[in-house]
């Protein structure tokens, strides 16, 4: 859970550490949130291409 919010805290902040834990937790939970923000906006324009051929 640190992890994660480091994580959110250094991509948030340009690459700036929150806290003292600059080691691979930081790194890797923010190449997660940067994966996972990605992905959900591809499934967004996804749903929304869909929705809108539907019409």
Do not use: P, Q
């Not at 834990?21 to 949130?33: I, P």
């Not at 923000?37 to 019409?55: D, F, K, M, Y």
Request: aromatic share 10%; hydrophobic share 45%.
């Amino acid at each position: 859970m640190a992890g994660f919010v480091d994580g959110v805290g250094f991509v948030h902040f340009g690459g700036y550490f929150l806290s003292f834990m600059s080691g691979n937790s930081t790194r890797s939970s923010a190449a997660l949130l940067c994966t996972l923000a990605a992905i959900s906006c591809h499934l967004c324009r996804a749903t929304l291409r869909a929705l809108l051929r539907r019409s």
